[in-house]
C-alpha cells in the first residue's frame, strides 16, 4: 500500500510539472502573439514567462517577470532591431483570463536599436553614417560650395536626447587639404536633429548607446498595458 501511495504520488508530481509547463507554453504563444500584432512585427516575439512554478502565478493572478525578445519590429514606420523588454509585478487576473484579459505591468524595462541607416537622410549628399572600428562615423565626399567643389569629411557622432527629439553633433571633424578653414561650415552641414522612434509600449527614453550595428535606445515605464483594451 505505502508503495503504491508513493507512486501515486509521483505521478500525480510528474502532471503537475507537465500541466505547468503546458500552461506556461501557451500562455508565452497567446502573448507573443498579442505583441506581434499590436507592435507590427512581421515575426512574433519570443515570450519568456519566469518564476520557478508557472501555475502558482495563474492562481495569484501576479507573475513575477516577462521578458520579450524580437530580432526586429516597427515602430511609427521606422524598422528598429535587436528588440528587448523585461516587465515585471505582471497583473493579470485570473477571473480574466478565459475572457479578453486586461494585463499591467507594473514595471517595463526595454531597449532596441536604430540603425545608423535610419539617419542618413537627415544628412547633406554624399554623406553617410556607418561603423568604422566599432565606432559611429560620419564620412562621405561633401559639395563645399564656398570652393565649388566637394571634398572628402570624416567624423565621430554625438548623440544627446531631449524628450522625443534627438540631436547628431559631429566631433573630431577630419577635412581634406583646404587653403582654408571650413570646419565650423562643415560641422553645421553634418550637425542635425531628428526625432527618436517612438518607444514600444509608450516607454519614456532614459538612456542611448552608440553600438557597432546602429544606436541602442533604451526607456522604462510603469503601470504599463500589455495586451487589453488599454493598450495603445
Known sequence: MRKFLVVLLIL???LVVVADIGARSFAQSTLSERLAQQMDMSEEPDV????????????????TEVNIDAASATMSGVTVEQVEATA??????LSD?????DVVAGQVDGSFVVPYTYFNPYLPEGMTISTEEGDARI???LALTELGRSIPVSSGVEFTVDGDVLT???VDIQIGDLPIDLGDQVADALGFSAQVPELPLGLSVTEMEATSSGLRITGTGSDIPLMGSEVA
Open 168 to 170: 547628431v553633433t559631429p
Open 139 to 141: 564620412s562621405g565626399e
Open 88 to 93: 515585471s509585478d505582471v497583473e493579470a487576473p
Open 48 to 63: 519568456s514567462i519566469e518564476g520557478w512554478a508557472f501555475l502558482p502565478q495563474v492562481l495569484s493572478g501576479t507573475y
Open 12 to 14: 500525480l508530481a510528474a
Open 97 to 101: 483570463l478565459m475572457n479578453e484579459p
